[in-house]
T-cell receptor
Framework: GAGVSQSPSNKVTEKGKDVELRCDPI?????LYWYRQSLGQGLEFLIY????????KSGLPSDRFSAERTGGSVSTLTIQRTQQEDSAVYLC????????????FGPGTRLTVT | QQQVKQSPQSLIVQKGGISIINCAYE??????FPWYQQFPGKGPALLIA?????SEKKEGRFTISFNKSAKQFSLHIMDSQPGDSATYFC?????????????FGRGTSLIVHP
């Protein structure tokens, strides 16, 4: 079956602009995660959605970052007033349910803020 | 606070050699320890994982060794091949306040010379 998909694959934006990154999880997966991966760094957790529960936003670095998940499926990560330090690869992952730690990652969106 | 410490940061091995990557964790509530493999331009992919009720798990050329008392686990790649050249991430996960959010190490860049 189809894996996790993300769009766009690459995004170049000017400092101060807003961007939206999209994630389509594997069908039937109720848990969805967003991570940020900077050059030479590990995976920085951003936000976690589980079914219809309130998301865990504890990893969002600032109030410029927000995310939503519509209908328990597609998720959008929004970064407002982008800064150069926001440049990174943004990864989305899904897992079948809250009790399963096995995560399936998408290919990521490479964001460059100029 | 880095809850999962991974070493080395980079590793160069000759074809046919053994690659060893180590991780240490602090939180005794962790109960799932996966390793992910990431090729350039791709998202991480689950390689192998272990639960703390066993000390070793082997899948083909890949073995996880787990030492619960020392809170350490390691990945061994036997007969390393150039195609194994990638970045490897360890992670640790456990339920915390209803969330199942893995904590990742910073990654090890492995290069296998032919």
């Amino acid at each position: 079956g189809a894996g996790v998909s993300q769009s766009p694959s690459n995004k170049v934006t000017e400092k101060g602009k807003d961007v939206e990154l999209r994630c389509d999880p594997i069908s039937g997966h109720t848990a969805l995660y967003w991570y940020r991966q900077s050059l030479g760094q590990g995976l920085e957790f951003l936000i976690y959605f589980q079914g219809n529960s309130a998301p865990d936003k504890s990893g969002l670095p600032s109030d410029r970052f927000s995310a939503e998940r519509t209908g328990g499926s597609v998720s959008t990560l929004t970064i407002q007033r982008t800064q150069q330090e926001d440049s990174a690869v943004y990864l989305c992952a899904s897992s079948i349910d809250r009790g399963s730690y096995e995560q399936y990652f998408g290919p990521g969106t490479r964001l460059t803020v100029t | 606070q880095q809850q999962v410490k991974q070493s080395p940061q980079s590793l160069i091995v000759q074809k046919g050699g053994i690659s060893i990557i180590n991780c240490a964790y602090e939180n005794t509530a962790f109960d799932y320890f996966p390793w992910y493999q990431q090729f350039p331009g791709k998202g991480p992919a689950l390689l192998i994982a272990i639960r703390p009720d066993v000390s070793e798990k082997k899948e083909g050329r890949f073995t996880i060794s787990f030492n619960k008392s020392a809170k350490q686990f390691s990945l061994h790649i036997m007969d390393s091949q150039p195609g194994d050249s990638a970045t490897y991430f360890c992670a640790a996960a456990g339920e915390s306040g209803g969330s199942y959010i893995p904590t990742f190490g910073r990654g090890t860049s492995l290069i296998v010379h032919p």
